[in-house]
């Protein structure tokens, strides 16, 4: 037998938090507002029936969706879990077009067939929106090795929530990566709930980025409500695996605001812990800190508001007004090319 290596993985290496200047912080604000505003509108058009299916908003993960997306270079690629309406804005993509996806309407980035959980859009390289838990994972080591197999430069991120860490597909997926040499980030935004479930009654090993160690992998943890430090330690890992090949896993502490989804109550929750929740609103501290260091007093910040208030209106307002898809088109996208005797039977049609 050969000898076995016995060496331990890497410690994690803690990325120093930059001074940015302040028209990046301002900015970083902008987009956090953006996406506040833009969940809150979500969330009103569901109660309204505008928006159909299952709908998770990015409320109170602000910080780390706009630290995650300024890490990454336009070239790069980008697989989410269901809860990416945020990611989706963060990549550059319209509201208007973000927005009418959610509605189902045809000018969507998934023309109107994928909603909420399934926003997808190839020119920002924004390869999905998976509905089902850590189905984004496979897909997205696959995207790493082909980048690897043709000698490419770009790095794909791979954002997942803290239950995914739980499933098959998550070690198989590390475990390749690893072995292989992705060029992958993988991110574990950890809200501290899986549904209803703390990640401590549902993980043996709560501190999520600890598991990359099974696989010989690098691994970090990062305050989600820092869009500095998310964003420093985001692009310290994307810079590695591009520089190196080597994949990396990062996780965000972020807490959702509000229930898994527009229609859980978050019942389990104490009015305690709902209260802390508030307290801890990465959007709200950003504006503290922005005002106490003269980056931006509250004229400023009323006019921001505003003009994010007009963009999201003008969202709702273009899907509002947007045609739905033409049922003809339904089986247009089932395949990348055509396939023989594919049926484009629908419910009603006669079998034979």
């Given at each position: 037998m050969g000898d076995t290596d016995t060496r331990s993985p890497a410690r994690p290496r803690r990325p120093r938090k930059s001074k940015p200047q302040p028209e990046t912080l301002v900015a970083y604000y902008r987009q956090m507002l953006l996406i506040r505003r833009f969940e809150e509108r979500a969330?009103?058009?569901?109660?309204?029936?505008?928006?159909?299916?299952?709908?998770?908003?990015?409320?109170?993960?602000?910080?780390?969706?706009?630290?995650?997306?300024?890490?990454?270079?336009?070239?790069?690629?980008?697989?989410?879990?269901?809860?990416?309406?945020?990611?989706?804005?963060?990549?550059?993509?319209?509201?208007?077009?973000?927005?009418?996806?959610?509605?189902?309407?045809?000018?969507?980035?998934?023309?109107?067939?994928g909603g909420s959980m399934h926003l997808f859009d190839t020119e920002s390289r924004l390869l999905g929106g998976y509905g089902i838990v850590g189905g984004q994972l496979p897909l997205a080591t696959g995207a790493a090795l082909a980048i690897d197999y043709r000698g490419g430069d770009e790095v794909v991120m791979c954002q997942m929530g803290d239950g995914t860490t739980n499933i098959g597909a998550f070690h198989e997926s590390l475990n390749m990566a690893a072995l292989w040499e992705l060029p992958i980030v993988y991110v574990v935004v950890n809200n501290g709930l899986g549904m209803g479930t703390t990640v401590a009654h549902a993980s043996a090993e709560p501190e999520l980025y600890k598991r990359a160690a099974a696989y010989r992998m690098e691994g970090a943890h990062v305050d989600g409500s820092d869009v500095i430090a998310v964003r420093d330690?985001?692009?310290?890992?994307?810079?590695?695996?591009?520089?190196?090949?080597?994949?990396?896993?990062?996780?965000?502490?972020?807490?959702?605001?509000?229930?898994?989804?527009?229609?859980?109550?978050?019942?389990?929750?104490?009015?305690?812990?709902?209260?802390?929740?508030?307290?801890?609103?990465?959007?709200?501290?950003?504006?503290?800190?922005?005002?106490?260091?003269?980056?931006?007093?509250?004229?400023?910040?009323?006019?921001?508001?505003?003009?994010?208030?007009?963009?999201?209106?003008?969202?709702?307002?273009?899907?509002?007004?947007?045609?739905?898809?033409?049922?003809?088109?339904?089986?247009?996208?089932?395949?990348?090319?055509?396939?023989?005797?594919?049926?484009?039977?629908?419910?009603?049609?006669?079998?034979?």
């Amino acid at each position: 037998m050969g000898d076995t290596d016995t060496r331990s993985p890497a410690r994690p290496r803690r990325p120093r938090k930059s001074k940015p200047q302040p028209e990046t912080l301002v900015a970083y604000y902008r987009q956090m507002l953006l996406i506040r505003r833009f969940e809150e509108r979500a969330a009103r058009a569901y109660t309204e029936a505008k928006i159909g299916g299952y709908c998770h908003l990015n409320l109170g993960e602000e910080a780390t969706v706009t630290g995650l997306m300024a890490a990454l270079e336009p070239r790069d690629y980008l697989f989410t879990n269901y809860r990416e309406h945020g990611y989706a804005l963060g990549r550059g993509i319209d509201a208007r077009r973000v927005m009418a996806e959610l509605y189902g309407r045809s000018t969507g980035v998934s023309k109107g067939w994928g909603g909420s959980m399934h926003l997808f859009d190839t020119e920002s390289r924004l390869l999905g929106g998976y509905g089902i838990v850590g189905g984004q994972l496979p897909l997205a080591t696959g995207a790493a090795l082909a980048i690897d197999y043709r000698g490419g430069d770009e790095v794909v991120m791979c954002q997942m929530g803290d239950g995914t860490t739980n499933i098959g597909a998550f070690h198989e997926s590390l475990n390749m990566a690893a072995l292989w040499e992705l060029p992958i980030v993988y991110v574990v935004v950890n809200n501290g709930l899986g549904m209803g479930t703390t990640v401590a009654h549902a993980s043996a090993e709560p501190e999520l980025y600890k598991r990359a160690a099974a696989y010989r992998m690098e691994g970090a943890h990062v305050d989600g409500s820092d869009v500095i430090a998310v964003r420093d330690a985001a692009h310290a890992a994307v810079e590695r695996a591009r520089a190196e090949s080597k994949p990396f896993l990062l996780e965000t502490t972020s807490p959702r605001l509000r229930g898994h989804s527009v229609v859980d109550p978050a019942r389990y929750r104490t009015a305690e812990e709902k209260d802390a929740l508030k307290a801890a609103d990465p959007l709200a501290r950003l504006a503290l800190e922005l005002e106490e260091s003269g980056f931006l007093d509250a004229e400023a910040r009323d006019k921001l508001e505003a003009e994010v208030r007009a963009e999201v209106d003008d969202a709702a307002a273009f899907a509002d007004e947007s045609p739905h898809p033409d049922v003809s088109t339904l089986f247009d996208y089932t395949y990348a090319t055509p396939v023989p005797g594919a049926s484009r039977r629908l419910p009603a049609d006669p079998v034979f």
